[in-house]
C-alpha cells in the first residue's frame, strides 16, 4: 500500500518556521524519535555515515531496525526493514516550497501491506487518517524545538 499526502507548515494563524528550522526538526526525529513517536521506548543509532544513519528503534518487547537517509534541507527517507513485529516498508519527508515561497512537507508512505480491495477500504482510510495524524503531530513538534531552540 503506498500513499502520500502534503501538510502546509506556515499556515496564517500559526509562527512562521523556516526551512532550516524544518530542517533541524526532522534531524532531531533522526536522531531520536521518541517525541515523535508515542510508544518508542528507546531510539538507538547502531551505525553513522555521512548521509546516512542506522537505528534500532524499541517498542516494548518489540524491536524495529531502520536505515534513515538524509539529504540535507531536502529530504529524509527512512527505510524501515521487515522483520515478525514489522512489515516494513518506507517513509519519505520532503520539504517543498511553491511560487510564492510557502514551505510544505510531503509526506510519502510505501508499506508492504497489499493495496486495499474495495471491501478493505475502510481499513486502509483508517491507516491513512493515523499517518495523516501522526504526521500533524511531526510538525506540532518541530514547532516545538523551534520554539525552545533545541531538542529537550
Known sequence: MQ???LVEVNEANGAALSREELWFGLLCRA????RFLPGLDECRIVERHENELVRELRFGSALVRDR???NALESIVFDIEANDEHVGGSLSI???EDDAGALFLRFRYLTSLPEASAEDAGY???VRSAY???DLDTLRVIRQIARLGHMQ
Request: charge should be negative; proline fraction near 0%; glycine fraction near 0%.
Open 132 to 134: 495523516y495524524q501522526s
Open 124 to 126: 486502509a482510510d483508517v
Open 31 to 34: 536522531e531520536d524519535a521518541r
Open 68 to 70: 534513515v537517509r538524509l
Open 3 to 5: 500513499f502520500e499526502h
Open 94 to 96: 520532503a520539504i517543498e
